[in-house]
Each structure stands twice: as structure tokens, then as C-alpha cells.
């Protein structure tokens, strides 16, 4: 799907920020003082909740524009909608959205892409260097050692200048993270069937025209698609029976980019999956699960080779700000000048 960056359609604009009523579906409550600064004189009310069917349609039917965190919005509460202009989601994803029954009604919707590109990528880079260089398994493992101590080295660890890293999704994210690496010499691939010849040389990376062309030589991948029907499961029984025996996995997009935790379990145990760094998991928080209960306990098997976060990559004082503004800034930009930033459809 095409997503142009900015589209000018400037019938659309409207004269009183003062009329203006913002909705907030969740996660951030009032005062908002952040958005207010991109949109002087609205109003802002909170629907306080990630279920639509728990909003109040006549506040709904009052809304001029809305802001999205988490919530998964359809065909359900669009229909209640009649005076909102616009729907923006606070970050990148909009895989909590419907957006047929978007285009459907209508409505704009527009996301935030660039507010953490930094963060997100540092933290794709720490989980890498966590495990190429084994720092958790050495925390867990070390922590046993009452006779010696240097000695006890863990195996294999080659020169990470010698490794080859693979990048699946050359956006935004996996190019900063091409930048990042190349620092530290290794050789970079990257797929991304959406950009155009000539991209790999300006961001400085090798093109590769298949994803198992990728899996078959990186010694280490790392995630930066999107959630789309194309790609949610991608990581499967193929996916990882295609990568290097031994080969590690890092995830700082999606989810639901893993089929399940089953596949992931099967290939730590195998020694298939040589260790996975994620920020993301199909479920969050995470369920009842053996691989979820063995990463708890430190189960011997697991040994520290997998290390998860809690979704909290994109995370920065700083970044925080950047994307409550941007977003709102992207609804002021729409209503008052007519332009649509970030246009996703």
C-alpha cells in the first residue's frame, strides 16, 4: 500500500481551533498539555479505554478528530463518528485499525513514524551486542561459579566483524540500524521488496532479492516490517528452519510478526534459534506459556538466550514528547491548512 508522506488537500481545512473537541482513546489522560501545544485552544476528553464498545456514542458524536494508542477501532465506532475529520495513531503501526472500514467512511487516517527512530534502533543494536556477545547467559551462568572464575568461558563467541547481519525491512528503522552496525564492520544485507534500486547504496548495505537468500547467510536477523496480512507469522517452522544453524533473532516491531511462541520454543531447544532478543511477543503481557515459564525461571536449557523487553523500545523521556506533539501536530496541520501528513489511507 502506498503511503505518501504528505498530501494536500486544502478544502478540508477549518477556521476555530476553539470548536475544535479532541478525543484520546487511551493510555494517555488528561491534562494534555503536550497535545495542546499542537493544537492551542481544543478541547481534549479521554475515552479512557482500548474497547469500543465501551464508548460513549454521544461524546463520540461530538469528536472533531481522535488520537490512538492502543485501541482497535472499526466499522463500530466509525458509525458513531459523523463530525471527525481525522484519525491519527500515536506511532507507527496501525494494525489496531480497520482500514477498510476507514477508507469506507471516509476518514483519514495517519500515523507517526519518525518519533523513536532512535531509540528503537539503540535498542535493536543492545539486544545484538547482548547476544552475539553472550553479557545474559554470562550474568546467569556466573552467578553458579564458586571455584574459578575467568575461566569459565562460553563458546563460540566469534568477532562480531566477522558476522553477517541481516535486515529484513529497510524503513525508517532498519536503516538507522544499518548505521548503527556498520560501525562495528560487520557485512549488512537488507530485503525490502518496497524499496527502490539504489536505496542499498545510499543507507550502505548489501541488497538481497529474497528473504531466504537473507536467512541463508546472516548470522544474526533483525526485524523492521510492518504488520500486515503478508507478514503477521512470517516467523515460522520455514523461516527458521531456512536461517543458519545457531543464527540469532532480534524483533523490535511486531508481535505478530512470530507465528507463535510454540515455533520460537521448538528452535531454542533444537540449538536451531542460537538465542532471540524481542521487545515484542504475539501476546502482551504474556500468557501461561512453557517457554515464558522457562525464561522466568532461568530454566538451564534457555541458559539466557532469550531476553525480552516489554514493548518499550520506542521509549525515551524525549521520544515520548516527540510523538504526543507530531501527532497532533499531524491533526492541526490537516484542519487548519488542509494537509495530510503521514497519510496511510
Known amino acids: 500500500m502506498k503511503q505518501p508522506f504528505v498530501t494536500l488537500l486544502a478544502e478540508t481545512a477549518v477556521a476555530n481551533?476553539?470548536?475544535?473537541?479532541?478525543?484520546?482513546?487511551?493510555?494517555?489522560?488528561?491534562?494534555f498539555e503536550i497535545e495542546a501545544r499542537a493544537l492551542p485552544g481544543a478541547e481534549f476528553v479521554t475515552l479512557s479505554g482500548g474497547d469500543e464498545d465501551s464508548y460513549d456514542e454521544e461524546l463520540l458524536a461530538r469528536i472533531d478528530a481522535l488520537l490512538v494508542f492502543?485501541?482497535?477501532?472499526?466499522?463500530?465506532?466509525?458509525?458513531?463518528?459523523p463530525r471527525c475529520r481525522i484519525v491519527v495513531r500515536y506511532g507507527v503501526g496501525v494494525d489496531n485499525l480497520d482500514l477498510l472500514a476507514f477508507a469506507r467512511?471516509?476518514?483519514?487516517?495517519?500515523?507517526?513514524?519518525?518519533?523513536?527512530?532512535?531509540e528503537i534502533a539503540l535498542t535493536t543494536v543492545a539486544h545484538i551486542l547482548n547476544l552475539w556477545r553472550r553479557i545474559s547467559q554470562y550474568d546467569i551462568a556466573c552467578r553458579e561459579h564458586r571455584v574459578g572464575w575467568v575461566e569459565h568461558i562460553l563458546r563460540p563467541i566469534p568477532r562480531l566483524s566477522e558476522a553477517t547481519l541481516g535486515i529484513v525491512g529497510v524503513g525508517r528503522m532498519g536503516a538507522?540500524?544499518?548505521?548503527?552496525?556498520?560501525a562495528f564492520g560487520c557485512r549488512v544485507l537488507g530485503y525490502d521488496k518496497h524499496q527502490p534500486r539504489g536505496h542499498e547504496q545510499t543507507v550502505g548495505y548489501t541488497r538481497v532479492d529474497s528473504l531466504g537468500a537473507l536467512l541463508e547467510q546472516a548470522d544474526i536477523v533483525s526485524l523492521h516490517c510492518v504488520l500486515t496480512?503478508?507478514?503477521?507469522?512470517?516467523?515460522?517452522?520455514?523461516?527458521?528452519e531456512t536461517m543458519k544453524p545457531g543464527a540469532l533473532l532480534v524483533n523490535t516491531a511486531r508481535g505478530g510478526l512470530f507465528k507463535n511462541l510454540d515455533v520460537l520454543e521448538a528452535a531454542l531447544r533444537s540449538g536451531r534459534l542460537?538465542?532471540?532478543?524481542?521487545?515484542?511477543?504475539?501476546?502482551?503481557?504474556?500468557?501461561?506459556?512453557?517457554?515464558?515459564?522457562?525464561?522466568?525461571?532461568?530454566?538451564?536449557?534457555l541458559g539466557?538466550?532469550?531476553?525480552?523487553?516489554?514493548?518499550?523500545?520506542?521509549?525515551?523521556?524525549?521520544?515520548l514528547h516527540d510523538m504526543r506533539y507530531q501527532a497532533a501536530e499531524t491533526?492541526?496541520?490537516y484542519l487548519q491548512q488542509g494537509i495530510l501528513r503521514n497519510h496511510i489511507v
Not at 470548536?19 to 491534562?31: C, K, N, Q, S, Y
Not at 500515523?111 to 527512530?117: F, S
Not at 538507522?176 to 556498520?182: F, L
Not at 539466557?304 to 520506542?314: E, F, K, N, Q, W
Request: charged share 20%; with cysteine.
Open 17 to 31: 481551533p476553539q470548536h475544535m473537541l479532541i478525543g484520546v482513546t487511551d493510555h494517555f489522560e488528561a491534562p
Open 70 to 81: 492502543h485501541a482497535h477501532l472499526g466499522a463500530k465506532t466509525l458509525a458513531s463518528l
Open 105 to 118: 467512511f471516509g476518514v483519514p487516517v495517519c500515523n507517526t513514524p519518525d518519533y523513536g527512530v532512535e
Open 176 to 182: 538507522a540500524v544499518v548505521r548503527y552496525m556498520s
Open 229 to 240: 496480512e503478508d507478514t503477521r507469522g512470517m516467523v515460522d517452522e520455514a523461516f527458521l
Open 274 to 301: 542460537g538465542g532471540l532478543g524481542t521487545d515484542v511477543l504475539p501476546e502482551e503481557p504474556p500468557g501461561d506459556h512453557p517457554l515464558i515459564h522457562a525464561w522466568r525461571e532461568h530454566a538451564p536449557w
Open 304 to 319: 539466557g538466550r532469550l531476553m525480552i523487553s516489554p514493548h518499550t523500545a520506542y521509549y525515551s523521556e524525549s521520544a
Open 331 to 333: 491533526i492541526h496541520l
